[in-house]
């Protein structure tokens, strides 16, 4: 269930090196994995992370639909690490919505941000781990971007307006939940986008391709796996730990994602 990556940044400022370790959650669903999520929570406690990451849809976005899973599980982890969390298409639809979903969106929010949650809508936390500077852009995406069938244009000037140019001396984490917009999120200049989205395709053929995308991409090839560009920068794609319409995974793990990133003085 756990997959583990090694990234590794040079450092431009600091004279020292460190070993940062992250785990990244996205598209629980509201599945429980054992009784109240203990077996997962268990899997994270082994990582000994840093801090959480959770990369959105962990609820169904679904008028009435129970919300008990999803608020449990971050309350629990918010308990033990910094979480910091961007909403996902369900989290978005709960959000602009409020006619059809009523106060779902309400309650989620105030649950997790009482339980001590960084909510990043569009938002930067900036943090500082054993002397590194970390900044974790929390990117939620408009509902053009989310349409089937189609793609529409991301320019880069849309994240700068939200978030502005990345400082060269932080390490750049960007939650963006749909892998679709990679090379806007990393020609943006984040050093690691983290998406989820895809739930591994449903079947996964090889590392990266699955079957069917949520746009209905066909053998769509964003659906897992890390992604690097030429200039050191990834986005990493995870399976996702739960699925709601197609309650169905062949050769497609659910999957928690560890990140172990090693920082290098100069």
Known sequence: M??????????????????????FVSDLHNVSIGNKNQELIRAIELQNPDAVLIG?????????????????????????YPVYYANGNHEYRLRIYPDIYGDMYERFSEAIKE???????????????????????????????????????????????IFGQPD???????LAHNPEYRET???????LALSGHCHGGV????????????????IYKYCHGRFDDAYGRTMIVSAGLGEH????????PRELVTLEIQFIGK
Do not use: C
């Open 2 to 23: 756990t997959t583990t990556y090694q990234l590794t940044k040079r450092l431009s400022t600091e004279p020292q090196a460190a070993r940062l370790r992250f785990v």
């Open 115 to 161: 339980a001590g949650v960084y909510y990043l809508i569009n938002q930067t936390a900036r943090i500082n781990v054993r002397g590194i500077p970390v900044a974790i852009h929390g990117f939620e995406a408009d509902k053009k971007y989310y349409q089937r069938y189609s793609k529409a244009d991301m320019p880069v000037f849309e994240l700068n307006q």
């Open 56 to 80: 959105g849809d962990t609820l169904v976005g679904k008028p009435g639909y129970p919300m008990d899973v999803a608020i449990d599980f971050i309350k629990n982890v918010a308990g033990r």
């Open 185 to 191: 999120y990393l020609n943006w200049g984040a050093d």
């Open 245 to 252: 319409t197609i309650p169905l995974r062949f050769f497609n």
């Open 168 to 174: 060269p001396n932080d390490y750049h984490i960007l």
């Open 203 to 218: 079947i996964r053929f090889g590392e990266h391709y699955g079957l069917i995308s949520p746009n209905f991409n066909l």
